[in-house]
Every structure is written in C-alpha cells, then in structure tokens.
Nanobody, 122 residues
Framework: HVQLVESGGGSVQTGGSLRLSCAPS????????MAWFRQSPGKEREGVAA???????AYTNSVKGRFTISKDNAGNTLYLQMNSLKPEDTAMYYC?????????????????WGQGTQVTVS
C-alpha cells in the first residue's frame, strides 16, 4: 500500500520561507520521479517542481530561483524549500510520485498522490 504524507505547510508573511517534506511509504523516492503540485481555489492544479531518478529537476517559471526541490534517498524523503514567498504562492501543496514520459510537471503523469499541506502567504 503506497502512502505519501506531506508536512511543513503553514502561514508565513511575504518574503518568508517554508520547507515542505514528503515521506512516502510503500515506494522509494529513488525509484520514481517525484514532484510537487499546488492548487488554490478556482484554479487548476499546477506543477511546481519535479525531480527525476537521475536528479534532473524542473520548475515552473513562477518559482524559478525561489524554490528548490531535493530528495534524500537514504531517508526516503522529498523536500521543497520555498524562499521569498509571495501571496500568489498560497495553495494546497501536493506530493506526487510517478513515471512521467512526456513532462515532469503534468499531473496526469503521476499515479501516487498525498493528501496535501496548506501554504498561506500573507
């Protein structure tokens, strides 16, 4: 049984930082492409950042230079370091695992999802 559990969300002021974590059970982050998506009310789910098995990363343009995705294979944990946060970053953030072949930031490419952690920037 695969389960992805996110943590680290919260409320922060503009310009602040948060680090999200995703701890999967039933799969290894070293065996899958891992990604962070976000969704705010009334908007479509958006791919934020992804990391392949070979550590190649991809970011949506709006977070480049501010967010960093990383993983700890030994600890089986995925991270998203978010700096210089803006109100438009406010959303529910989801961890995902999959084997994408067209795009690292397309949600349909991922088969395993967490329940999400809320990030609010004011």
């Amino acid at each position: 049984h695969v389960q992805l559990v996110e943590s680290g969300g919260g409320s922060v002021q503009t310009g602040g930082s948060l680090r999200l974590s995703c701890a999967p059970s039933g799969l290894s982050v070293s065996d899958f492409s891992m990604a962070w998506f976000r969704q705010s009310p009334g908007k479509e789910r958006e791919g934020v950042a992804a990391i392949r098995r070979d550590d190649h990363t991809a970011y949506t343009n709006s977070v480049k230079g501010r967010f960093t995705i990383s993983k700890d294979n030994a600890g089986n944990t995925l991270y998203l370091q978010m700096n210089s946060l803006k109100p438009e970053d406010t959303a529910m953030y989801y961890c995902a695992a999959g084997q994408p072949w067209r795009s690292l930031l397309r949600d349909v490419e991922y088969g395993y999802w967490g329940q999400g952690t809320q990030v609010t920037v004011s």
